[in-house]
């Protein structure tokens, strides 16, 4: 009861014959690598006012939550705390803005120093 006897690796090959083709053609990507333009300069933003807003919206969801807790299912009184999470997430992002933004000036400034100081010595 023996089938016809298949050369399994002549067959494996030409299976690939057809994407060997297509993987040539595909893997042309020197359309990609052209900018068309140069890209923008970063944008900065007021981060406290980000946070502060934000931590408004975290506020206000948690006063109306808690003004309708009544009507919320006990199921789904997880919402109360997801509010009060974001507000007490929100205040600290307050508090720790001002240290990150001092932290990496300070960062800034003595990567500039030491390369002024490499600079001085070549």
Same mark, same amino acid.
């Given at each position: 009861?023996?089938?016809?006897?298949?050369?399994?690796?002549?067959?494996?090959?030409?299976?690939?014959?057809?994407?060997?083709?297509?993987?040539?053609?595909?893997?042309?990507?020197?359309?990609?690598?052209?900018?068309?333009?140069?890209?923008?300069?970063?944008?900065?933003?007021?981060?406290?006012?980000?946070?502060?807003?934000?931590?408004?919206?975290? %506020?206000?969801? #948690?006063? =109306?939550?808690?003004?309708?807790?009544?009507?919320? *299912?006990?199921?789904? &009184?997880?919402? @109360?705390?997801?509010? %009060?999470?974001? #507000?007490? =997430?929100?205040?600290?992002?307050?508090?720790?803005? *001002?240290?990150?933004? &001092?932290?990496? @000036?300070?960062?800034?400034?003595?990567?500039?120093?030491?390369?002024?100081?490499?600079?001085?010595?070549?």
């Amino acid at each position: 009861m023996a089938g016809p006897t298949v050369d399994r690796r002549a067959l494996s090959t030409a299976r690939k014959t057809p994407l060997r083709a297509f993987a040539s053609r595909a893997t042309n990507l020197e359309f990609v690598s052209r900018p068309t333009r140069p890209a923008p300069p970063p944008l900065e933003a007021n981060d406290q006012l980000v946070t502060g807003v934000i931590t408004a919206g975290w %506020a206000i969801a #948690l006063i =109306v939550v808690l003004i309708v807790a009544g009507s919320i *299912p006990s199921a789904d &009184r997880w919402w @109360i705390w997801t509010c %009060a999470t974001g #507000l007490g =997430v929100g205040i600290f992002g307050l508090c720790y803005v *001002p240290v990150l933004k &001092r932290s990496r @000036i300070r960062a800034a400034q003595r990567r500039a120093a030491r390369q002024s100081g490499q600079a001085g010595r070549g």
